[in-house]
């Protein structure tokens, strides 16, 4: 099944912990972006990576940190979770910077 | 400054009725604008940009540049339409894409 995928689907945290989200794609993509959609639905962009490069960094808390292992690989780390960090974060990717974005199914996390 | 406007966050109709939501952009240069869908609790998906000229599940949209608009339209609304629509707007740097706040429309029988 070529696609993009997301782990886990759901999480749930208390503050001050620190988490990790993962995202996987195989649609031979170089370029992969994560997305914050609030409780509100607003969507916006947080980092983006072309070829494992840094080439999106929007104003996100230096709590967030991307890493890229391998093109198709993009995970989130989040450290010392905040309440206001409850969200959807989608991973998208795209052929190369500004081609149609394949979106993930998203991953709802929940910080109590 | 780029920006994507959608004025209206939810746009109920009945079934069988026409559709229009409406998107307004603000970018210097030539844009381009994809609207795309999220279904209850899925993920977004493409459901057309202004390049192709296409028209999917009966979606139209067209790029006025005068009125910098890009509003999606269907002439007969279903309930399986009934979902989160968000206009979206490529970068200046041709790289991620700028959203409006989407708006959800209702189709109700």
């Known amino acids: 099944d070529t696609a993009v995928s997301q782990t886990p689907k759901y999480l749930v945290t208390q503050m001050g912990n620190d988490k990790s989200i993962k995202c996987e794609q195989n649609l031979g993509h170089d370029t992969m972006y994560w997305y914050k959609q609030d409780s509100k639905k607003f969507l916006k962009i947080m980092f983006s990576?072309?070829?494992?490069?840094?080439?999106i960094n929007e104003t996100v808390p230096n709590r967030f940190s991307p890493k890229s292992p391998d093109k198709a690989h993009l995970n989130l780390h989040i450290n010392s979770l905040e309440l206001g960090d409850s969200a959807v974060y989608f991973c998208?990717?795209?052929?190369?910077?500004?081609?149609?974005?394949?979106f993930g199914p998203g991953t709802r996390l929940t910080v109590t | 400054a780029q920006r994507v406007t959608q004025p209206e966050k939810l746009l109920s109709v009945f079934k069988g009725a026409p559709v229009e939501l409406k998107c307004n952009y603000s970018y210097s240069g030539s844009p381009e604008l994809f609207w795309y869908v999220q279904y209850s609790r899925q993920r977004l998906q493409l459901l057309l940009r202004?390049?192709s000229r296409e028209s999917i599940k009966g979606f139209t949209a067209d790029l006025n540049k005068g009125e910098t608009s890009f509003h999606l339209k269907k002439p007969f609304a279903q309930e399986e339409d009934s979902a989160m629509y968000y206009c979206?707007?490529?970068?200046?740097?041709?790289?991620?894409?700028?959203f409006g706040k989407g708006t959800t429309l209702s189709v109700s029988s």
């Open positions: 979206a707007l490529k970068g200046q740097a041709g790289t991620a894409l700028i």
């Open positions: 998208a990717s795209s052929q190369g910077p500004g081609y149609e974005q394949y």
């Open positions: 990576y072309n070829n494992k490069e840094l080439i």
């Open positions: 202004h390049i």
